[in-house]
């Protein structure tokens, strides 16, 4: 457990030095997503491709910017995914 704590703390010192940070969370995945969104300010939330490919099968082929971007791209091409919940 220590090398593990060591690690996280090594990680994020590591993007303080790069102007980020490292932020834990728990809870709901959407709702926690969304808090953080909102507290922090941020103008938009991107998922790794290679996640929606696995997850979001309907839209594993999609190239590199639309898998990112689903609910900017032509209804007619969203192949289902709803426009965005919540506006940040």
Do not use: H, N
Not at 11 to 29: A, E, N, P
Not at 31 to 57: H, K, M
């Amino acid at each position: 457990m220590r090398f593990l704590l060591e690690a996280v703390d090594d990680l994020r010192s590591s993007l303080r030095k790069r102007g980020g940070d490292l932020v834990i969370r728990r809870g709901d995945t959407v709702g926690e997503v969304i808090g953080l969104a909102l507290d922090t300010g941020a103008e938009g939330v991107f998922c790794a491709g290679d996640y929606v490919r696995r997850y979001v099968p309907e839209l594993a082929d999609l190239d590199a910017v639309a898998i990112r971007r689903p609910w900017t791209l032509p209804e007619s091409q969203r192949r289902g995914y709803p426009a965005p919940i919540v506006e940040i």
